[in-house]
């Protein structure tokens, strides 16, 4: 088990949380990506769901390392 990465759900943020911060942060989010876009030479653009079910979300990545 020393092995292993172990994520509780209890060690994340949901999505449906995320809006109604207040306070700018990082957060952990454990999330499945679905799909993913190339948008542009700079971005890509993922559609993530995570375990609370309510639909999918869209998220803008670069693509540069800096």
């Given amino acids: 088990m020393n092995e292993n990465t172990v994520i509780h759900k209890s ?4 999505l449906r949380d ?4 207040t306070e700018k942060r990082d957060i952990d989010l454990l999330v499945k990506i679905m799909r993913v876009f190339e948008r ?3 971005n ?3 559609k ?6 309510d639909g999918s979300w869209i ?3 670069n693509k540069l390392k800096f």
């Fill in 44 to 46: 890509y653009e993922l």
């Fill in 40 to 42: 542009d030479e700079i």
């Fill in 59 to 61: 998220l803008t990545v």
């Fill in 18 to 21: 995320v809006r109604a911060m």
């Fill in 11 to 14: 060690n994340y943020t949901p």
């Fill in 48 to 53: 993530i769901k995570d375990l609370s079910g």
